[in-house]
């Protein structure tokens, strides 16, 4: 809603674009709000990126899929999305493609860990491979120095009531994590 997916996003792209030989490409799940909804929620105008559809992921060779989280589950308008892919899961098209994950949370507790437990059965049941980013990003894991979303399943922010932007550690680790998927997606397609 207030674009820290989509920075995230972002980063993660740069990062999987520095792996020679993968291309990245941006998509959005559509809105399920009205957009006087979202007018009175002080949402912005979202970016322009393109609306994915079921029918576009047999395509991908891998996905790293961002969503904020309510109430510690991924929202309601991705988890649409995913409820859109039934034909998919009865053909198993996603099965043996690797699958990572990346969020962002009103606050510290606001259920970065359970979100990505949840978002998991998704890519369970297509028979996707999950690729959490694990402590790889080294030191910037366990900073203790200020705070920052992300764990070991993967990158995220805080967003506070929005105004808190991503900071840079936490761009640090998605950008980590766009490398890191790429590289095990390219050496799972090998």
Same mark, same amino acid.
């Given at each position: 809603?207030?674009? %820290?997916?989509?920075?995230?996003?972002?980063?993660?792209?740069?990062?999987?674009?520095?792996?020679?030989?993968?291309?990245?490409?941006?998509?959005?799940?559509?809105?399920?709000?009205?957009?006087?909804?979202?007018?009175?929620?002080?949402?912005?105008?979202?970016? &322009?990126?393109? @609306?994915?559809?079921?029918? &576009?992921?047999?395509?991908? &060779?891998?996905? @790293?899929?961002?969503?904020?989280? $309510?109430?510690?589950?991924?929202?309601?308008? *991705?988890?649409?999305?995913?409820?859109?892919?039934?034909?998919?899961?009865?053909?198993?098209?996603?099965?043996?493609?690797?699958?990572?994950? *990346?969020?962002?949370?009103?606050?510290?507790?606001?259920?970065?860990?359970?979100?990505?437990?949840?978002? @998991?059965?998704?890519?369970? %049941? %297509?028979?996707?491979?999950?690729?959490?980013?694990?402590?790889?990003?080294? $030191?910037?894991?366990?900073?203790?120095?200020?705070?920052?979303?992300?764990?070991?399943?993967?990158?995220?922010?805080?967003?506070?009531?929005?105004?808190?932007?991503?900071?840079?550690?936490?761009?640090?680790?998605?950008?980590?994590?766009?490398?890191?998927?790429?590289?095990?997606?390219?050496?799972?397609?090998?």
């Amino acid at each position: 809603m207030y674009g %820290h997916v989509a920075r995230l996003a972002e980063e993660i792209k740069k990062g999987a674009d520095s792996v020679e030989g993968v291309e990245a490409t941006l998509w959005q799940v559509s809105e399920t709000l009205p957009e006087e909804v979202l007018g009175k929620m002080g949402a912005p105008t979202k970016k &322009d990126i393109p @609306i994915i559809t079921a029918a &576009d992921l047999p395509a991908a &060779d891998g996905y @790293i899929f961002g969503f904020p989280t $309510r109430f510690g589950m991924m929202a309601a308008q *991705f988890k649409s999305f995913f409820d859109s892919t039934g034909g998919l899961w009865r053909t198993q098209a996603l099965a043996g493609k690797p699958a990572g994950i *990346f969020l962002s949370t009103g606050s510290q507790g606001g259920g970065q860990e359970t979100t990505a437990l949840t978002a @998991i059965t998704q890519l369970t %049941h %297509h028979g996707m491979i999950f690729v959490p980013v694990g402590c790889t990003y080294g $030191r910037g894991m366990f900073e203790m120095g200020e705070v920052r979303g992300g764990s070991p399943y993967g990158a995220g922010t805080l967003a506070g009531d929005g105004s808190r932007q991503p900071t840079k550690l936490e761009l640090g680790l998605a950008f980590h994590q766009g490398k890191y998927f790429a590289a095990v997606a390219k050496k799972l397609k090998a």
